[in-house]
């Protein structure tokens, strides 16, 4: 098969991704830490990329319902990857983190930490359970959006995940030019500390645990992410609308309750929302030429 036939044969998304990929490939090139084996990690980019080929000239020679739904959602499957990564690449730009910098700035604008004063002023189980309600939802929504506007309007659905992928992958190379942890991870014990609460405190540090990494604090993607999805699901239904919307303002308070955020980060991923998704879509149009 032609390499002409492959470029005609891929989605918007294949290229956005590809081409995301090749730029942390060369930003490894610069990493300070030397000892970090560089050639692994370049071997797990080359073999995204090669599964990535396989994947087009597969739904191109022998393209079904299955191929066709795996290709449109594989690159929901590289955002966990895509988001660790930053934490190996986002000291080339700046040596130090910059959280100090943001707590001057909370300091400044609220005269306190929110991200120590909330969870301390609200102890009470069932408001942690609240926010962790709000925290973990965030996690069903990159793929349960995909899903739902799949299900729902298949035609939109390549566009709505090229939107979702392209704006995570804008959010990881700010997380990579300025390095911040945010308070669960710059702040020592017990400052870092939450309050215990029940099911859904437990399920939020469980998937932290598993996948949470010191970086990508500004500007919030949880929240800048919460309020594309949010856009999205306007778009693509009303009553999804609805459902989204107390959820995402859970999310707006739940970031700084439980330390994942500084209060500038929720600022941040507010005034960040429509920059991003305006990008995103220009980004489309240029792809889709």
Request: charged letters at 10%; hydrophobic letters at 50%.
């Amino acid at each position: 098969m032609s390499g002409n036939k492959l470029w005609s044969g891929a989605l918007p998304t294949d290229k956005v991704v590809a081409i995301y990929i090749l730029i942390t490939a060369f930003l490894l090139f610069f990493i300070p830490d030397k000892s970090i084996g560089i050639t692994g990690k370049l071997t797990v980019k080359i073999f995204i990329l090669t599964g990535i080929v396989v994947l087009i000239a597969v739904d191109l020679r022998h393209g079904s319902r299955f191929t066709h739904f795996l290709h449109l959602f594989y690159p929901l499957l590289l955002l966990g990857y895509a988001y660790g990564e930053t934490a190996l690449l986002n000291h080339i730009f700046f040596s130090k983190n910059l959280d100090p910098f943001f707590i001057n700035l909370d300091d400044r604008i609220f005269g306190f930490q929110p991200a120590l004063e909330f969870s301390w002023s609200f102890p009470q189980k069932w408001f942690g359970e609240l926010m962790n309600l709000g925290y973990f939802s965030y996690y069903f929504m990159t793929v349960g959006i995909s899903l739902i506007i799949y299900l729902y309007n298949g035609q939109y659905a390549e566009k709505a995940i090229f939107i979702i992928i392209t704006s995570f992958f804008i959010y990881y190379l700010i997380f990579i030019i300025f390095p911040v942890v945010g308070p669960q991870f710059y702040f020592e014990p017990p400052l870092s500390d939450v309050p215990e609460t029940g099911f859904f405190g437990n399920a939020v540090k469980a998937v932290q645990e598993a996948g949470e990494h010191p970086t990508g604090a500004f500007p919030s993607s949880h929240v800048g992410m919460a309020l594309i999805f949010l856009w999205l699901g306007f778009k693509t239904s009303k009553t999804l609308f609805r459902i989204l919307l107390p959820f995402v303002i859970l999310i707006l308070f739940a970031t700084v309750y439980i330390k994942a955020h500084y209060a500038v980060d929720v600022i941040g991923g507010i005034m960040s929302a429509p920059v991003i998704l305006f990008l995103s879509n220009k980004i489309r149009n240029l792809f889709s030429i």
